[in-house]
């Protein structure tokens, strides 16, 4: 079969789908893979044909800026700017991918909630649309998208999405991609890459949706890293690559963990190390780094608590402390902490140095949570990645072809 995979061009989007993209080409599958050119080094490795596509955030998008780098009146409030951002990739991208598959016509397209060029391709072109779910899948008992509604329908990035979609509709003739379809609507199957244990109300999931964990695979994009070889236990700090620009916390962590028998790795994101002073003998710093090789080794891990970290912290059986930055990471921190997996801090303006030390003290004495960690990982592992995605994939595009 040929498959067609739209990706945003971010590592949290294109990261759970390397697994699956290799399992595909390794069964015989042909895959053609639309992102940006960043990644053409992360994607070509698995087998995928890679075919770059411009980006319009990378030109337009700043939400990732400093509040002292924000222009007047660009504080914009998550909620708003981020369909807006998604709708406008969307445009840049749909004209390639449309180019490309109408003289390769795929056998079904696969896509997150991210990948909208994805889901416009598939109706126009008549296709089975297959809705990755990196994150939280939606149905009638659980939003996604509620957290997006707030924004006044007059709020002016809120306008403008909606003349966005509505151009779409207009020109190619596909669904409207409003709010509510972009965070809550559903492929023709879906397959989820997370713990369906985690996901609220996941007992009113039906076998549309197949949860398959967190798909874990080689990535050889940033070499591979080794912990001191002192016996001390590893504490890994990552805020994620995306809304990650909070130098604040980093002379927190710092005196949190000076006087901590400990190996400590930060990963900085958007942060250059060079503005950071006063660093602790016991902390490395890097920019873009092995996650998995370190998680691999780790013993408590702070995170953004985006899904995939989680996936892949509770696949290694790592406690972890989630400081979240937005809506969508705030449900995640409360599922870790709910669920006896580690720590959620909210409210990153309170968070200080002595209360950072105490959780990272707990984690590292307190076996419990260890263990909790460790049954939460042998479920995951049982539900079995990127293996499981393939064949429930190719089953259904089977059946639906037979009928």
Known sequence: MHLAIVSL??????????SLTTELVNAGHRVTYFTTEDFRKVIEPTGAKFVPMKSWMAENDKHNESKEEKKDGQEDNVAAVVPFLFLNEAGAFIEDVLNVLREDRPDAILHDFAGIAGTMAADILGIPNVMLYTS??????????????????DHPLRIAADQIADGYVEKYGCRKMTVKEIF????????VMMQKRLVP????????????GVQIGKRSTFGSWQAPDNGKPLLYSSLGTAFNNWPEY??????AVRDLDINVFSALGAIDPE????????????????????LSQASVFITHAGMGGTGESIYYGVPMIAIPQMDEQAITARQIERNGLGFALLDKEAITSEMLREKIQILLNDSSYKETVNEFSADMKALGGAKASVNALISFLENTSSK
């Open 9 to 18: 061009g971010a590592f949290g989007h294109i990261n759970p789908t390397l």
């Open 136 to 153: 939280y899948p939606s149905n009638g008992s659980y939003s996604v998208a509620a957290s997006f509604e707030g924004i006044p329908a």
């Open 184 to 191: 809550d609507g559903q492929g023709d199957p879906n397959l």
């Open 201 to 212: 109300n996941y007992e009113t999931f039906d076998d549309s949706f197949v949860f398959t």
């Open 250 to 255: 980093y002379p927190i962590l710092f005196d």
């Open 275 to 294: 503005s950071l002073t006063d660093v602790p003998a016991n902390v490395e710093l890097g920019k873009m780094v092995p996650q998995l090789d370190i």
